[in-house]
């Protein structure tokens, strides 16, 4: 398989999406978000697809609207310019969630996002929580502290 029909796939395994989309949309929207360097792919050697971490570069704005639940579109949308790094979708494969994929996809959000002010994602297995939204600073506290001394940046 292809990676996009990889992504389908990993897509389909999925139950949370409030619309299925057909093949041919979501080769349309994946193709798209490849093409917008917005979505970071982990694979082995063979080209397998162990995990992907799909993040948004969004303004206020937006992020209002999807908070909101008000209309939306990666597609045709600027999603590449936002102070705001907002994970849309991430996914490991099951035999992977305790490996280095984790920390490999975290890592190369952080990098893309570097200069975004705020970053963002829904915690879909959380009740009471949502949403989680941190600054930059909490950010690297709780996620990358470590990385960034190891790179000597701050």
């Known amino acids: 398989m292809n ?10 395994k999925e139950k949370w999406h409030q619309k299925e989309l057909s093949d041919a949309d979501l080769t349309l929207y994946f193709e798209s978000v490849l093409r917008k360097g917005r979505l970071l792919l982990c694979q082995d050697s063979n080209g397998n697809v162990l995990g ?3 993040s948004w570069r969004i ?6 609207r999807i908070l909101c639940g008000e209309s939306f579109s990666a597609v045709h949308e600027n999603i590449n310019d936002g102070n705001i790094a907002y994970v849309a979708n991430a996914h490991i494969a099951q035999e992977h969630r305790d490996s280095w994929v984790y920390k490999y996809l975290r890592s190369q959000f952080f990098k893309q996002n570097f200069m975004c002010t ?11 929580e949502p949403f989680k939204c941190f600054k930059r600073s909490e950010f690297i506290s709780k996620y990358m502290k470590e990385e960034v001394i190891a790179n000597g940046s701050n």
């Open 118 to 128: 705020h970053f963002v994602g829904e915690a879909r297995r959380k009740k009471s």
């Open 59 to 64: 303004t206020f704005e937006q992020l209002g």
């Open 3 to 12: 990676v996009i029909e990889q992504l389908i796939a990993f897509h389909r």
């Open 52 to 54: 992907y971490c799909e």
